[in-house]
Structure formats: structure tokens, C-alpha cells
């Protein structure tokens, strides 16, 4: 596709339920970038991957937040046990290697009720 | 620690006129400086972005002044329209790893 694609659009789920959200890069681009944005704040770092690998994991709030990329390409952001303090849009971004063509999907809003 | 603080948080600005949003940055290691334009219910969007070894970049009606030794950067927006209104972030990275982002900056443009 043209975009970042982000899947599903909105997500509403019990506490200490598991969630995965899918993010679908721009064809071409290896690197991929999850992000958090909370109500009201900028959007927050989470894990970058440079194709399968996680280069920096550094943003990740606890052990209950897990990341995949398998194949280098789709990305799958994993919540253990959610919790109301979760709930956010959560926001994929795409670009090349260089850094070039850094594109932003339009985001999981993900409530925990 | 808070690496980008922006202001200010919210701005109201009559149809024509110019709307100057600020930030501040602490590392100074970030060698790139993008602002975004953000829609409700989409995601961020490059407006213009600036390297540190320069200290103005124009595009359109969208001006970023870069003052270095500062460690501040601006953006001006000349001529402001209703449809300029959203909300407005600024960031700054280091090689592309990761951005880090202001907290933003509502626009209202009044017809």
C-alpha cells in the first residue's frame, strides 16, 4: 500500500486481557518504529526494529510490552495483562534505512475498560 | 528528564496572521529537527524539518528558525488559514533512531 497501514483502527478490551496490534509498513522500508501517544501528549518512543531485529527496545514501559517483526516487514506489538493505564493510540512509523521517507500510520487507539 | 519542552500549549490566531510555536532541546547530540502536523484521529505528518548546521528553512507559508547555541528552535507559520488548524509537534532525533517529541501545540485559526 501507499501508507502505513495500522490494524484494527480502535481496540477496546477487558483488564488483563492480551492484546496484539499489527502495524504494515511501507513496501521497501526496513526500518519500523513503534510509538505511544497519550491523551493530550506527544507520541512517545517505544522499539524501533532495523529489519528483523530490534535495535532499541529502550522505550518499552515493563516486561508486559513485546514487539515482533519475524520476516522484516508486518509488526506485531504485544500487551500481557493490559491495564487501564495502556490505554492510548498506539502509532506505527515506517522509513528507509537512511532515515528518509519516515512515515506515520495512523494509529491503534487501544482503551482498556 | 524531558528532552524537547514546547509552548506554547494551546494558540489562537485570526485567519492571516502569523502563528510562531517554540521548542527547547537538551541533547545536543540531535542532529535533526522535524515539525508535525497532527489531524484528530490520524497520525502525525512531516511539515519541514531542519539539520542544525543551517538556521532557517523555508518552505510555503512554513518557516523553521534554528538558533543552536540556544538549543531552541521555532516554527512560523505566515498567513495562517482555518484549515491550518491541529495540533502541532515538534521533535528532534539522533541519526534517525528514535524522535523525541514536544507535547504540542493546538492551533486554532479563527476565519
Known amino acids: 500500500g501507499a501508507g502505513v497501514s495500522q490494524t484494527p483502527s480502535n481496540k477496546v478490551t477487558e483488564k488483563g486481557k492480551y492484546v496484539e496490534l499489527r502495524c504494515d509498513p511501507i513496501?521497501?522500508?526496513?526500518?519500523l518504529y513503534w510509538y505511544r501517544q497519550s491523551l493530550g501528549q506527544g507520541p512517545e518512543f517505544l522499539i524501533y526494529?532495523?529489519?528483523?531485529?530490534?535495535?532499541?527496545d529502550s522505550g518499552l514501559p515493563n516486561d508486559r510490552f513485546f514487539a515482533v517483526r519475524p520476516e522484516g516487514s508486518v509488526s506485531t506489538l504485544k500487551i500481557q495483562r493490559t491495564e487501564r493505564g495502556d490505554s492510548a493510540v498506539y502509532l506505527c512509523?515506517?522509513?528507509?534505512?537512511?532515515?528518509?521517507?519516515?512515515?506515520f500510520g495512523s494509529g491503534t487507539r487501544l482503551t482498556v475498560v | 528528564q524531558q528532552q524537547v519542552k514546547q509552548s506554547p500549549q494551546s494558540l489562537i490566531v485570526q485567519k492571516g496572521g502569523i502563528s510562531i510555536i517554540n521548542c527547547a532541546y537538551e541533547?545536543?547530540?540531535?542532529?535533526?529537527f522535524p515539525w508535525y502536523q497532527q489531524f484528530p484521529g490520524k497520525g502525525p505528518a512531516l511539515l519541514i524539518a531542519?539539520?542544525?548546521?543551517?538556521s532557517e528553512k523555508k518552505e510555503g507559508r512554513f518557516t523553521i528558525s534554528f538558533n543552536k547555541s540556544a538549543k531552541q528552535f521555532s516554527l512560523h507559520i505566515m498567513d495562517s488559514q482555518p484549515g491550518d488548524s491541529a495540533t502541532y509537534f515538534c521533535a528532534a532525533s539522533y541519526n534517525f533512531n528514535k524522535f523525541y517529541f514536544g507535547s504540542g501545540t493546538k492551533l486554532n485559526v479563527k476565519p
Open positions: 526494529f532495523q529489519g528483523t531485529g530490534a535495535a532499541d
Open positions: 513496501s521497501g522500508h526496513t526500518a
Open positions: 531542519i539539520r542544525p548546521d543551517v
Open positions: 541533547n545536543t547530540a540531535f542532529d535533526y
Open positions: 512509523a515506517s522509513s528507509s534505512r537512511d532515515g528518509s521517507g519516515y512515515t
